[in-house]
Structure formats: structure tokens, C-alpha cells
């Protein structure tokens, strides 16, 4: 989905089975709207409205997707604004296009989460179901339960970041809840400390959940991308 306007561009990238008509997605097309802002968002593919099947991605797979949409669906410079896996496919896409990346806002960033939080969580008895049946349901608190390949992990580790430096030098703004159930709040710190930009915030909401989608973090949301945008915009 496209809204024309001046730039640079803001492109909305979502989390892992979410899509681009999520309460953070809207909020952001409102504002951009009203500012008279372009915007881009989409969905990866097995996701929302694209074709493809769910379990047939990876991390790799919806990198490119999401450059295949930048690169033939914007000009000029842009912000990437990531939630959740979306923010570590922010960050690949901007160590992807770094000549046109002006600034990256992470939601509740995930960045590793396939290893770091999936693979970590898994008891030695669910290891062996992904090994042997190359998939796993996860239950959600967001609503079905979830299918985790075993694509999905070991191609994610092609694409670790947290492990050394980050080589992003556009301005980052990290923004975590502290009661995020899903990604520690931490990821964020650890996020920034790898991050060669000299320009990285971060903001803690205390009472924040993962989602950050109650008014108070949207308005948070709304400010910090604005602020990106730039100061017309603002």
C-alpha cells in the first residue's frame, strides 16, 4: 500500500506473522497522511495479503521481499521503521542500502530472535521434533498457534547481528517496553552498543508491552518518526 507525498519515504516493515494492516501500520499511515508524508507498507510473502505459504519463509526470504518492495516501490531516501522481526529486517535492509537509509526506527526490535529466543526456549525434546518433523507449533498469546520451520532457524543464522559490530550509520531510535513478554527489553541495549551510528536512542517504556500499541506508544511512535522524517514534518 502507497501514499504519495514528499519524502523521504517512511516504509513500515511488520513483525513475524503479522501484516501491514496492524494498529501501529494505521496509526502511521494516519500521521503520514496528515503531514502530507509518502509511506510504503507491505506484507512479506505468506503474510497478510501476498501470496506464498508461511512456512516456506525465512528471514532471508522476507529481507528480500522487503528490498524487492523498496527498490521498486520508492525513490529517493527513506526511514525504515521495523516492529519486532520487522526490526531486524530494518536492519539487514539498511546494511543492504545504506545510501539511502536517512534513519531506522526499531518497535520492540527482535533482532536474532530466531536463535536467541526460539532456539534458546526449546526443550531438547522439541529440538528433536523441529529435526525430525521440520516443524513446530508454538502456542501464541496473539492467537493461533505458530508454525516454526526448521528453515526458518538455521537459515536465521545466516543472518545473526548482535555478535559484532553493526556497521548502520544513519540516526536509530530503539523504542522497548519493559514489560515486553516476548523480546527482553535489554535486546535493545545490546542493540544499541552494536550499532556504529553515533546517533542511537533508546527509549524504555516502563509499563510497555510488546505490541506498544496503546495511545501513549503510538503518540511515542508517532513523535519519534516524525522527528526522522524531518523537522517540516515535525
Known amino acids: 500500500m502507497q501514499q504519495s507525498g514528499i519524502g523521504p519515504t517512511l516504509v513500515f516493515l511488520p ?3 503479522s501484516d501491514m494492516l496492524g494498529q501501529k501500520a494505521d496509526a502511521l499511515a494516519g500521521l503520514c497522511a496528515e503531514h502530507g508524508r509518502a509511506m510504503l507498507r507491505f ?7 501476498s501470496g506464498g505459504t508461511f512456512t516456506d519463509g525465512t528471514i532471508g526470504r522476507w529481507t528480500a521481499d522487503a528490498l524487492a518492495a523498496i527498490d521498486g516501490l520508492t525513490d529517493g531516501p527513506i526511514v525504515l521503521v521495523g516492529s519486532s522481526m520487522g526490526g531486524w529486517i530494518a536492519l539487514l535492509a539498511a546494511l543492504a542500502r545504506p545510501a539511502r537509509v536517512v534513519g531506522l526506527v526499531g518497535i520492540a526490535a527482535a533482532p536474532d530472535f530466531t536463535q536467541d529466543l526460539m532456539w534458546a526456549a526449546m526443550a531438547p525434546p522439541e529440538r528433536a521434533t523441529l ?3 521440520g516443524v513446530l ?9 505458530t508454525a516454526i520451520t526448521r528453515a526458518l532457524i538455521e537459515e536465521g543464522r545466516n543472518h545473526l547481528l548482535l555478535a559484532a559490530p553493526i556497521a548502520i550509520y544513519c540516526k536509530v531510535r530503539l523504542l522497548h517496553g519493559q514489560r515486553d513478554p516476548d523480546v527482553p527489553w535489554e535486546t535493545a541495549l545490546r542493540l544499541a552498543a552494536c550499532l556504529e551510528s553515533a546517533d542511537v536512542q533508546v527509549t524504555l517504556v516502563k509499563h510497555g508491552d510488546h505490541r506498544l500499541s496503546r495511545p501513549d506508544d503510538l503518540a511515542l511512535i508517532g513523535r519519534t518518526v516524525l522527528t526522522l522524517l524531518g523537522k517540516d514534518a515535525a
Not at 43 to 49: I, K, N, V
Not at 137 to 143: H, N, V
Request: charged letters at 20%.
Open 43 to 49: 506484507d512479506y510473502s505468506g503474510h497478510g495479503a
Open 131 to 133: 529435526a525430525r518433523d
Open 15 to 17: 513483525g513475524f506473522a
Open 137 to 145: 507449533m508454538i502456542p501464541s498469546e496473539y492467537g493461533p498457534s
